[in-house]
RNA sequence: GCCCCCAUCGUCUAGAGGACUAGGACACCACCCUUUCAAGGUGGAGACAGGGGUUCGAAUCCCCUUGGGGGCACCA
């Protein structure tokens, strides 16, 4: 199904921040390009001049690259079939229009916004269907030319047949009908001479000789247009591929920035920026991983793969017709995964940065020896600095009721930690050393080994979820640990 | 309202007419391990939306119903 060398490109329109949706859909691209030989083409759809956001197209080329999805041609590496931007090749959209025209498959719409409001409002009224009325199609060759004459700002729109069906060949879906009757007169150029979409998108797929088109599910409706357009210009179309929808994790409706209510009342944002993920601590082959499975597996076993065992896989044939929930559960578990193959070493350096959003200034080397502790316990790398805070700045003295474990009281506990500081103070500084002393210590003082770990946990750490005991107190070394345990066995002389 | 798409555990999915007592993963529950929390191990609960066909045989093919979703801009 997949044999020959694709040309494939993502088409983003610099009117926002890359989401996770144009993410999967340029991670196919991606994909296909590299499972066929061929080219993954970025080509900036920027024909929207009222909506355009300055720093987006850098957020697209920065995340694009963050998950490793390079383009072969587009923005900074150019290509041969540039220019890249919508906006730099007016002129191929313009003629095509004139030649549309030509054709008799487009004319000229004189009609205003208002009169275009208006007329939507009456229909509406009416019970009918709310487009475009097709006044300018029927125009009197007079009335026409006398606007014409004027000079009367005008859209290209559409002549589409009033009769008969259109036919798109959807490489996953299979055939799809639509009745002409249906259809819209479409406008393909605006009046500030810029295309539409539409437009837009026919004729740079076919100059630029694109051979598969992904795009959104939602894409779907106005495919018989473009199928109308390729052969009104008498250009062979590209293959179809339209991708399933990505849902909100209610399962309802597309995955979209919106309020989410959380089960305690409180509401929350959906994450669905790829930079949003990126500083929530997520690790981008991670999340590769997750969003190539948006829609797309080729096993029902195997689910955690690199890039490279996903190309091999890759098939057009194994996408999903169906639309997908967004699991945030089932990433938050798989960015874990990623996170437990690291070596130590990568992942300090990676929690650096997160580590320094908290306000602690540590390097990657003071993080080596410290990571293990905590590798198979955070899901996210923004999680670290809350588990190793405690290393690098002083804490708070516990309340006394914090550390009083269970079946104890203050003098119990008091006693506890005094003869842990008089052990600490004498031992071999070394992990298992310290393990040793302290669990004979346990024993001779007939305590549990959580009675008695558990409050010097907390006495040091400040918390009382921290990541192993004895490391822990190796790592801090001995002068903060006597200092901490005096702090706490101050605390509940005075309790 | 009109047009279009979709339909296996709560979620992602395996399944391409007989190998299905419907498999795996996340989440959930229990137990084990254990200094807390994790990670890990073992086990458990949990699905073919409904109805008609086709066929010796249907989760799989067809039709209808229902349900969900998407689209109807001089936005993409």
Not at 266 to 293: D, W
Request: net charge negative; proline share 6%.
């Amino acid at each position: 199904m997949t044999t020959k060398s694709a040309r494939v490109r993502f088409a983003p329109s610099p009117t926002g921040y890359l989401h996770v949706g144009g993410a999967r859909t340029a991670l196919f691209d991606w994909l296909l390009a590299r499972k066929t030989g061929g080219q993954f083409i970025l080509r900036i759809e920027d024909t929207d001049r009222k909506r355009y956001v300055p720093d987006s197209l850098d957020d697209i080329e920065e995340h694009l690259r963050w998950l490793g999805l390079q383009w072969d041609e587009g923005p900074d590496v150019g290509g041969p079939y540039g220019p890249y931007f919508q906006s730099e090749r007016l002129e191929h959209y313009r003629r095509a229009a004139e030649e549309l025209i030509a054709k008799g498959w487009a004319y000229r719409c004189y009609c205003t916004p208002e009169r275009l409001e208006q007329s939507r409002q009456e229909r509406q009224k009416r019970g009918e269907p709310p487009g475009y009325d097709r006044r300018c199609r029927f125009m009197s060759d007079e009335e026409r030319a006398e606007l014409e004459a004027q000079g009367a700002p005008y859209v290209v729109r559409l002549k589409v047949p009033l009769e008969g069906e259109t036919v798109v060949h959807d490489l996953i879906r299979g055939e799809i009908r639509f009745e002409n009757k249906t259809l819209e007169d479409v406008v393909l150029l605006k009046s500030d001479g810029y295309p539409t979409y539409h437009l837009a998108v026919v004729v740079d797929d076919h100059l630029m000789q694109i051979t598969h088109v992904l795009r959104g599910d939602e894409w779907i409706p106005s495919a018989p247009i473009h199928v109308m357009l390729y052969e009104a210009l008498g250009w062979e179309q590209p293959q179809w591929v339209h991708l399933p929808l990505i849902l909100d994790p209610s399962g309802k409706g597309k995955l979209s920035k919106r309020k989410k209510k959380n089960p305690d009342g409180t509401e929350s944002e959906t994450m669905t920026l790829v930079r949003e993920f990126r500083e929530a601590g997520y690790l981008p082959e991670a999340m590769f991983n997750f969003i190539a499975l948006l829609g797309w597996a080729y096993s029902g076993d195997e689910e955690i793969f690199t890039p490279e065992q996903a190309i091999q896989k890759f098939d057009l044939k194994d996408i999903k017709k169906s639309p997908a929930v967004f699991s945030y559960e089932k990433l938050e578990w798989m960015n874990g995964v990623y996170i437990r193959k690291l070596s130590p070493e990568d992942l300090a350096e990676r929690i650096v940065p997160f580590m320094q959003k908290a306000g602690l200034n540590v390097t990657a080397e003071q993080l080596v020896p410290l990571v293990p502790d905590i590798q198979e316990r955070i899901k996210t790398l923004a999680e670290a600095p809350g588990m190793l805070d405690f290393f690098f700045r002083d804490i708070e003295t516990p309340a006394p009721e914090a550390l009083i474990p269970k079946k104890m009281d203050a003098e119990k506990t008091r006693h506890a930690l005094e003869a842990a500081r008089a052990t600490l103070a004498n031992v071999e500084w070394e992990h298992d050393a310290i393990e040793t002393a302290l669990r004979q210590l346990a024993k001779d003082l007939g305590l549990k080994a959580g009675q008695l770990f558990q409050p010097i946990r907390i006495a040091i750490t400040g918390k009382r979820v921290a990541p192993p005991l004895f490391t822990t107190i190796e790592h801090l070394g001995r002068e903060r640990v006597l200092e901490r345990l005096d702090r706490a066995i101050a605390t509940l002389a005075n309790a």
